[in-house]
């Protein structure tokens, strides 16, 4: 399972480590993710989905089942 968000597609990005002396080499910044459970009322079923903090709040501010359809049609949720 790939490290991204299913709500924002967020996703690792690419930089350098730069040293006092200006020596560049290659790092990762990984996103900050979290495993969470979200009930879903509609159909009155659990489900689990790998977000972000950014991503919990957008949950928090346009609700779990906006937030999964608009995921689904991002094409980040199977």
Do not use: Y
Not at 40 to 65: C, F, Q, Y
């Amino acid at each position: 399972m790939s490290k991204i968000c299913q709500i924002t597609g967020k996703k690792r990005m690419v930089g350098n480590n730069v040293s006092h002396a200006n020596n560049k080499t290659k790092r990762t910044f990984e996103v900050n993710l979290f495993k969470k459970k979200f009930f879903m009322p509609d159909t009155g079923e659990w489900i689990t989905l790998r977000v972000s903090a950014h991503g919990l709040k957008t949950i928090n501010k346009i609700g779990v089942e906006e937030a999964v359809k608009r995921g689904r049609k991002n094409g980040l949720i199977d």
